[in-house]
């Protein structure tokens, strides 16, 4: 049976790499995108439309989500994963981060908006057919910061931090049905449209203080949500799984 799988903030940078990589090993996709139309379809042209849909929402915005699992059910069937993915207006530019003095709680309610909140809207909007189905899979995208903050980007880590609870409640409560709940948290990857501003500095600093000598890449997490989306994982839930090449150790 072939599995179908959403990917928010699928068009580009490490959601690209996820498509690609779970397209590649037989699964359909389904790939959210906000704005970037032209890499969504881009995409869909490569995988084919057999197997991969573009469909345009806003996670933050519940009544745009349960249309889009709507859309996405009606094409492929029943999902069978969920990837949130999606990072709401956010650059790791270390020269341009505010201290935190300067902060408004208005910058953290963006990002507490583009990770909770969405990831709250796409967990909630596909619950019923999980929950009927008694399987269902969730998977959201984390970072190493919460737990070694190289650079303090206080809003971001701290919406990522607190995905870390979410999840780990879903996947106590929601067991039952069959429904797992992990985390992916990666290193700073190499390179994203979000880290793109980064400075060759931050990235050798992090590469020199790592075990394996090199920065984590997009592919590298791609992998691990792959192996979490697979039948070898089943026995996996409420876990963190970081992926940073030794950098952070648990």
């Known amino acids: 049976m072939t599995r179908v799988v959403l990917v928010t903030g699928g068009s580009r940078g490490l959601g690209a790499s996820i ?40 996670v933050t915005n519940r009544e ?16 069978h994963v969920v990837v949130n993915n999606a990072l709401v207006d956010f650059k790791f530019d270390p020269n341009k981060q505010k201290p935190f003095t300067e902060l408004t709680w208005d910058d953290y309610q963006k990002q507490l908006d583009g990770t909770l909140k969405a990831a709250f809207n796409i967990a909630q909007s596909v619950m019923p057919q999980f929950i ?76 020199q203080s790592t075990p394996l000598k090199k920065v984590t890449t997009p592919q590298d997490v791609a992998n691990m949500v792959a192996f979490l989306c697979s039948e070898s994982a089943d026995g996996i839930t409420g876990q963190n799984i970081t992926v940073d090449g030794g950098l952070t150790m648990n």
Do not use: C, W
């Open 132 to 207: 009927e189905r008694q399987s269902g899979n969730i998977i959201s995208i984390g970072t190493n910061l919460y737990q070694n903050p190289v650079v303090p980007y206080h809003e971001y880590t701290t919406a990522k931090a607190g995905l870390i609870g979410f999840t780990r409640n879903l996947a106590s409560e929601l067991g039952q049905y069959g429904i797992r709940a992990n985390v992916v948290s990666g290193g700073l990857l190499k390179t994203t449209n979000a880290s793109a501003v980064t400075t060759p500095e931050v990235f050798d600093l992090i590469a």
């Open 19 to 58: 498509v690609k990589t779970l397209a590649g090993q037989g699964f359909q996709v389904v790939i959210n995108y906000y704005q970037s139309k032209d890499a969504a379809e881009k995409l869909v042209s490569e995988i084919g439309k057999e197997n991969a849909i573009a469909i345009q929402a806003d």
């Open 64 to 79: 745009e989500v349960d249309h889009m699992i709507e859309q996405a059910t009606a094409y492929f069937g029943p999902i």
